[in-house]
């Protein structure tokens, strides 16, 4: 079991479940969700479950200090709940989601939010007023009235809702060159927001953090409320141009650079290909999908997105 926090919330995905005399089966062939709340002897008092068609992950659970129970995370398809509420991902990428119940587990809300591509949840934190999530994703996403664009990267995000999980603001953790990661929050005593993460070259707007002495480094800052998409501290890099995208045979690369090396990984983080100075990628043994190529010279390491399009 995963996710239990000091007020005896549980969460995880399941295929079927039996909590106390109750029997949860998830609606399709894929998983759904389910909260159980149990009392400090470990006594179940409530169980519920959210879930509908294709896969839902709740990845962080937390209460206010009304009682009140959030669940966050991220889901293709519809979220069924009680009352005749549901909420359905905007595409066929994951979208991210909240839902608020009552400390008796009635479901209160639900929100989705999510882009064009894909959105993953990482991380909740709730404040006496606030509710700050934080995340990655790539292409565009809206939440609320703030847009954010990641670029050709990942890119991460936070953003600040209120309790009734209206969005208020945001910003996009963006890297000119590389892939950003936030993967935790946390708040002090006197509530001030803390994010940590990893980054591959830099964050824009962030100008106190180095250069990653490996592929990747740590971050730890405090979260300063800013504008969405604040692009500052970008670097010059030399021209790179990669077409068509998407392709269905052949990538063609124009690189202005005297030595580097091309790979080309799969959405599973697998090598696929390798090679060095390379002008042209012939792709046509892998099947449709999204894939990533990195490019690693002395000057810079530059990860993009391709996608791979069969008619």
């Known amino acids: 079991m995963s996710d239990v926090n000091t007020k005896g919330n549980l969460s995880q995905k399941y295929g079927q479940v039996i909590i106390a005399d109750t029997v949860f089966v998830a609606e399709t062939s894929d998983d759904d969700v389910f909260i159980a709340r149990y009392s400090e002897a470990g006594e179940i008092l409530w169980a519920t479950k959210a879930g509908g068609v294709h896969e839902e992950r709740v ?27 549901s909420i359905q991902s905007s595409t066929g990428w994951a979208d991210l989601f909240i ?17 064009s591509e894909l959105q993953q949840s990482a991380a909740m934190e709730i ?38 999980l209206t969005p208020e603001t945001g ?5 000119f060159s590389n892939n950003v990661f936030p993967t935790t929050l946390s708040t002090s005593s006197d509530e001030k927001i803390f994010l940590g993460g990893s980054y591959g070259n830099d964050i824009s707007g962030i100008t106190v953090l180095n250069e990653p002495l490996g592929p990747f480094d740590m971050f730890i800052f405090e979260y300063q409320e800013g504008t969405v998409n604040n692009i500052g501290n970008t670097k010059s890099f030399p021209e790179i141009k990669i077409f068509p995208n998407p392709a ?10 005297k ?24 792709i046509s043994m892998f099947p449709s999908g999204v ?12 990860n993009r997105r391709i996608v791979i399009q069969k008619e």
């Open 259 to 282: 030595n580097y090396q091309v790979s080309l990984f799969n959405i599973n983080g697998i090598c696929l290909w390798k090679g060095q100075n390379p002008n042209s990628l012939d």
């Open 59 to 85: 990845i962080d659970l937390k209460t206010d200090d009304q009682d009140n129970i959030y669940a966050n995370g991220h889901f293709v398809g519809v979220i069924n709940l009680d009352n005749d509420l």
């Open 248 to 257: 269905a045979d052949k990538i063609q690369l124009d690189i202005k650079l």
């Open 127 to 164: 404040t006496e007023d606030h509710i700050f999530l934080t995340g990655t994703f790539l292409g565009t996403m809206t939440i609320g009235n703030n847009t954010y664009n990641a670029g050709d990267q990942t890119a991460g995000f936070i953003s600040r809702f209120n309790h009734d």
């Open 171 to 175: 910003w996009t953790l963006r890297s």
């Open 291 to 302: 894939y990533f190529l990195k490019i690693f010279s002395a000057q810079l390491e530059l």
């Open 99 to 115: 839902l608020k119940y009552s400390s008796s587990g009635d479901i209160l809300n639900a929100r989705q939010f999510g882009g």
